[in-house]
Every structure is written in C-alpha cells, then in structure tokens.
C-alpha cells in the first residue's frame, strides 16, 4: 500500500549509517517477493535512487530497486547473473526475478547459460526461467538442446515448450519430421498444446494423435492421485511458493 511505501522511504531516509540501510534492504526485498509493484511513491523514488548511487550493486540491492522499477537495476540483474563470483544461490534469486519481471534482455544471457550447463537441477531452473518468457529465441535453444536433456529435464522441457503457439508448433513440426518421438509428448501436455487453438497444431495432432479428448476416468484418476499426495505430508509453504513462480505463475496469477 502506499502507507508502506511511505513508511519503507522514511526508514530507508532514518537509517543511521550504510549496515542499518543493507538490513532493511534485506527485510524490505524478502517483503516484496512475489509481488508486482505498478505504483511507487516519489518519497520511495527517491530512496532508491539514493541507496543505488550509495550503497554496493548487492543482490538484495538489484532485487529491490528491480522490484520498484528502478530504471538501472534490470540492466545491473543482467549482469549480475553472469558474473564469475556470484553464488548459485545468488544466481538462481536473480533468474527468478528476471523471469518474474519478464525482463527480455536477459533471455541471450539465460540461453547461454543453458548450452553451456551440464548440471541437472541448474537446466531446470534455466529452462523454467525461459517459459516465462515468449521469444522464439527462448523456445528455439530449448528444441535445439533437447537432445542432450536428460529424462527429467526433457519433461520440463517439453512442460515449457507446451504453453507458447511458435514454440509448440516447432515442437510438433519435430515430430512430423521423426526428429522427435511423440512418446515423448505426454497426454496432459498434448491436451494444454491442445487449448492453444492454432489451426497448424490441430492438423498436426490430428495427423499423430487422432481426436485427443481427456475422459472422465483419466480426470477422475488424475484427481485421486493428487489428494493421494496432498494427504501424504503437510507440505512446504516455501518452496511450495518458489515452484509456483517457476512452473506456473508464466499462465497463472495470484491477486
């Protein structure tokens, strides 16, 4: 609200010296995960453009002013995510945030670090940061490395591939020339490529897959196995939170 936001300008403008502005810069980013900001006083504009020409480009920092639409932090995000001597928990914070922002620049920097990545869980994390975007750069390096994915990764590739028109026709036109198996394409993803309603894709379902239609057994089991697993333990709220905006806030939005 825009009581907070005051309240967030005059702590930031009461910070007695450089450790207490990095501490509030932390609580106040954590406190602005997940949100999209559409209106920023000009009290807090201020207080950011004062902390960015003062203080270190630290994470915490880029993430913050990014989440305000401070004009210079996407660029610095960018080129933090990059840089040699950041962690990997530094980095997958801010590939988070870049796909969460739809900052499109940094799509070239995403797709070069997914040629030249060999670990598992790291692809995961590249590749759902790409479906959140919609250049056919990104669905195009991930047809191209598709091969060199492993099981696991290609599923979420294919996951990815299933929620763009350009994307999902490539993918099929794959198919129809055998450089790709259709087996590879689950139901569930053949149905949402499906809901796409692209006249191209349709003939190319057809041409593979005949009439998909999902039956009322195949929900019924679907459901049951998802109570089945929600009933298995309490859950983690957290990360709970971090595989929503990396597998589905891309479609869906919470308000």
């Known amino acids: 609200s825009d009581q907070n936001f005051e309240t967030a300008a005059q702590l930031l403008a009461m910070a007695p010296g450089p450790e207490f502005v990095d ?7 954590a406190g602005l995960q ?14 950011v453009e004062s902390v960015w020409n003062a203080r270190p480009r630290t994470p915490s920092l880029v993430s913050f002013a990014l989440r305000l639409g401070h004009p210079a932090a996407a660029e610095a995000a960018v080129n933090s995510l990059s840089a040699p001597r950041i962690s990997a928990a530094e980095r997958k914070s801010l590939l988070q945030l870049l796909a969460e922002r739809r900052v499109e620049t940094a799509v070239p920097v995403i797709t070069a670090m997914l040629k030249s990545e060999k670990n598992d869980a790291a692809r995961l994390d590249l590749i759902n940061a790409l479906s959140q975007f919609s250049t056919a750069e990104a669905g ?10 492993s099981a ?10 299933s929620t763009r028109v350009e994307w999902a026709r490539s993918m099929l036109e794959r198919v129809d020339r055998g450089q790709l198996k259709k087996e590879q394409i689950s139901v569930s993803n053949l149905l949402a490529i499906q809901r796409l309603a692209d006249p191209h894709i ?6 593979h897959w005949g009439n998909l239609r999902a039956s009322q057994g195949d929900k019924e089991e679907l459901i049951r196995n998802i109570r089945t697993t929600l009933t298995r333990s ?6 709970g939170r971090e595989t929503f905006k990396s597998l589905c806030a891309q479609c869906h939005t919470l308000h």
């Open 23 to 29: 501490q509030l810069l932390k609580g106040m980013e």
């Open 34 to 47: 997940g949100d999209r900001v559409t209106r920023i006083p000009e009290s807090l504009q201020k207080q």
């Open 140 to 149: 195009q390096t991930i047809l191209e490395l598709f091969p060199t994915f």
């Open 152 to 161: 696991k990764t290609r599923a979420a590739a294919v996951n990815a591939l």
């Open 202 to 207: 349709e003939k190319l379902l057809k041409k």
């Open 234 to 239: 309490p859950g983690d709220a957290a990360k």
